[in-house]
């Protein structure tokens, strides 16, 4: 679903990533854990060509996301066509970044309403089953600033999820909220894994790693340093710098 | 739940404490109170304020007419400023170094020069252009050089003086220095709105403009909102430099225009001050509610009417305080 091949990003003269591989397969539940300014946020925003690489390739679901290959040379994409690749990555965001001028039903029926066109009850109806389906079906007319932060990360998920993804992407979906409200953003996001949704996950919380995840990957100074099975990483760290960041966190 | 068991509970005994006095305020009113009755008894006794004199004079079908041209000349400027200072400030933030560039040259021209000096320069543009046409430029000499004499490629031509007549240039000199202002203010606002707005609109697969028509101006219209009643209110009172376009159907104009004749001016100047007062005064009404309607969503008046409505459903629709 995801190939990532040598992933190179520079901030001006600082490197952020130094040549990330990574695959993901369909189905599969990725997570990614690391220190901050490891880069894992910068990478994952390269996956759907929120940040531009300097070097390397992405592809998701067979297309190279933000370039056209065409004779052996590489040509920019047009916004048009970066935004029509955008339609079937979602993505949440720490700071839930809802549009706090909708109700939380707006927020939701927003995208779809204008990329996809589509009957006006259609949508609604989608979205209406897609705020239930997060807990929120008594929520709909309320505006984000009056919901809790976990009520408004739910009203994210379910936001992305009203274009129909093929692929979702969490950068640390529940580092901004408080300790109670961390479980049911967590179970939602369960229970789109146990759907069969593709995910890839920036998280801190090694626990759902260790759960839910399928693939585990440690990322330090820009590069992979460590990747394989939740459990066996966790239990069985290889390298000094897994042991160390483990031994913090856990 | 937690609210059901605090409406039960039974109030304990309110705090009753001496308030803190405040013997300066009643200082201020006094001092206040003789200011008032100093000018009151100027407006009372002065003989130069022929009061009933203007009061005749300031509702005669000319200066009314001057009303309404006043309103007019506000109201059809500020919505070019404002529609073109949106997409003045679009183009000023857009990644295009052409429409970027355009958009500060313009902003740069019409901030330097005076709204007064644009009036003047706009009403006299008649005698640059005795015709106003748009066509394929050099096209007499394009003729000459094929041996065509009379040769013309316009598609559409007006009498400069029919179209720069008072009203339109005065509008125009008014609403194009507006449209710059406009620009710096919308593109303060849109800078406001948290980046991360355009990033989950982007996310989402919105593009750029829709993006920024659903998702970034709207919240940029609470910051641009008052600001713009500001400009409004100024362009309100700047309606009296088309005088000098000039422009004859505009309020100042008017009220002078009975106070040279009379000889009378003082009272007419008086009556100028009322009615932009009286103006502005409406103007303030309208903001205020524009300001509501923006700023929904946001802020505490609108949690706490939520929360009413939360506390309402659970008790069943009645609240004892």
Known sequence: MVRAENVHKYFGRLEVLKGIDLEVRPGEVCCVIGPSGSGKSTFLRCINHLEKLNAGRIWVDGDLIGYRERGGKLHEMRDREVAAQRRSIGMVFQRFNLFPHMTALENVTEAPLRVRGGPRAKVRELAMGLLRRVGLGDKVDTYPGQLSGGQQQRVAIARALAMRPKLMLFDEPTSALDPELVGEVLDVMKDLARDGMTMIL??????????????????????????????????????????????KVL | MAEQTTLERVRPEPIRAVPVRHPGRWVAIAVLAVLAAMFVHFLVTNDHLHWSYMVDNMFRPPIIAGVRGTILLTISSMIIGVVMGIVLAIMRLSPNPVLSGVAWVYVWFFRAVPRLVLAVLFGNLGILWSRLSLGVPFDRQIGALFGLHDFEARIFSVRAVDLLSGFIAGMLALALSEAAYMAEIVRAGIQSVDPGQMEAAEALGLSRGQALRRIVLPQAMRVIVPPTGNETIAMLKDTSLVAYTPVTTELFFQLQAVGHRTFDVTPMLVAAVLWYLFLSSILLVGQHYVERYFSRGYGRAEKARARLRDLRAETGGVITP
């Open chain 1, 202 to 247: 920036v998280t801190h919380e090694i626990g759902f790693a260790r759960e839910v995840g399928d693939s585990l990957v440690f990322m330090d100074g820009g590069v992979v340093v460590e990747s394989g099975p939740p459990r066996e990483v966790i239990a069985e760290p290889k390298h000094e710098r897994t042991k160390s960041f483990l031994a």
